[in-house]
């Protein structure tokens, strides 16, 4: 594609803007801070020429590409989230362009101890000579998901700048607080008006994601008996301690870090309380929507062990659906993800389809009645300090939204 890209100088800009969302918060969005980087897009967009580029109450950017051709195709949405992960830091990131990456390990400056190894990240060695961009060691670098903002409004402008090109109307959706999972919660489906969407949050170029987990949260409420401790003797069930047993006698081989490709997990992710009472959070995953329910009565029959051994305490046991796998619904809809099939096939990439170990806006889309798999964008080892894109990726992306809008403007 004869055209000089701008997604990497949007990326680089666009990561330094702090975003972080928070699990517990109970406003929408869960940080204020998301909507500047809304506001930034949305005012970029317009000076595209992208008439209704706007943000709503809620931090969502909304705009719309007009369709310039006669045919009659369907509205085809692309999606990306605004904000980063709550698992390392987003504050003060400095994104460094690494010319030329010579296959050595990257030694980030801000803490040497930050190292970006070929041993532990071998897709380095498919970028040898390619430009990278990594943080500086004291913050995540925040390509999941400002890479794929900065692919979609590279797609934008690249759109915007060549009207011969012929496609449907294209929506752009960005989100926020896709990391603490509600980043569909105030999606105002009737405003977008789209028949289809793609969410631009993969990894590798080439991959390409039409199956996701399918996830609950479980929260476990433990009630001690709670007495002062200079004369707590046979009085005092300290329920933080029943907390421990709990996670003691949780599966290991049902651990996120036993588990890989399409084994599903039961994983505490936050614990909290005082002797009287203290509260477990889970997440339970599964790429079989029904195991959940046997992971959750196993998580509960082992709650129900230990608690029968003291009688003067009890517990609550919560489920919670999060989201569930996009593939029972894009089953029914076979050309959203043959179509995105012949984009990468024209721009030289062989897809390759494999599940997501976990979920993406696409999930909850797809339920609400948008199918919605997943394209690449090259980001890696994302939610860490060790994460990193390859400029190569991101361009790469960019060029394939182009010629996914043609296959469809094409196909009807």
Not at 52 to 78: L, Q
Not at 194 to 203: F, I
Not at 233 to 258: C, D, M, R, T
Not at 388 to 400: C, F, H, P, R, T
Request: charged share 25%; proline share 4%; with cysteine.
């Amino acid at each position: 594609m004869n055209y000089q890209h701008t997604v990497a100088e949007r990326f680089m800009r666009y990561v330094q803007i702090d975003t972080q969302s928070d699990p517990h918060s109970n406003t929408f969005p869960s940080t204020e801070k998301q909507k500047q980087l809304s506001n930034i897009l949305a005012n970029e967009l317009l000076q595209m020429g992208i008439a209704d580029a706007h943000v709503d109450e809620f931090g969502y950017v909304y705009a719309t590409i007009p369709s310039n051709t006669k045919k009659n195709i369907p509205v085809i949405c692309f999606c990306s989230h605004v904000d980063t992960a709550p698992d390392c830091s987003g504050t003060n990131v400095k994104p460094i362009l690494h010319k030329h990456y010579n296959g050595n390990d990257i030694v980030l400056p801000d803490d040497t101890s930050q190292i970006i190894s070929v041993e532990k990240y071998p897709y380095l060695k498919q970028h040898i000579s390619n430009d990278i961009i990594t943080a500086s060691g004291t913050t995540l670098l925040g390509a999941d998901d400002k890479a794929g903002v900065a692919i979609i409004m590279d797609m934008a402008n690249y759109l915007m700048q060549h009207k011969e090109i012929k496609h449907g109307t294209i929506k752009i959706l960005f989100t926020p607080d896709e990391e603490v999972g509600r980043g569909t919660e105030k999606i105002n489906l009737k405003k977008l008006e789209a028949d289809y969407a793609y969410t631009l949050d993969g990894g590798e170029a080439g991959t390409l994601e039409d199956e996701t987990f399918s996830a609950n949260a479980v929260t476990i409420t433990i009630n001690g008996v709670i007495a002062h401790p200079g004369y707590a003797k046979n009085k005092l069930v300290n329920a933080l301690k029943i907390a421990g047993e709990i996670l003691a006698a949780l599966p290991k081989k049902l651990s996120p870090e036993a588990t890989e490709k399409r084994e599903g997990f039961i994983h505490p992710v936050h614990i909290e309380g005082i002797a009287e009472k203290a509260t477990i959070e889970f997440i339970i995953r599964s790429f079989e929507t029904a195991q959940l329910k046997h992971y959750e009565n196993e998580l509960k029959n082992i709650v129900e062990h230990i608690i029968k051994k003291y009688s003067e305490c009890s517990f609550a046991f919560e489920v919670k659906e999060q989201y569930r796998n996009m593939k029972e619904v894009l089953v029914n809809h076979p050309q959203v993800v043959a179509y995105a099939e012949k984009a990468y096939k024209r721009i030289g990439l062989t897809p390759v389809n494999e599940p997501i170990r976990g979920g993406t806006d696409g999930s909850r889309l797809s339920f609400m009645g948008l199918p919605c798999p997943n394209l690449f964008t090259g980001m890696q080892a994302i939610h860490s300090k060790h994460e990193w894109v390859a400029v190569k990726d991101l361009q790469l992306s960019v060029d394939m939204l182009v010629e996914l809008v043609k296959v469809w403007e094409e196909s009807v």
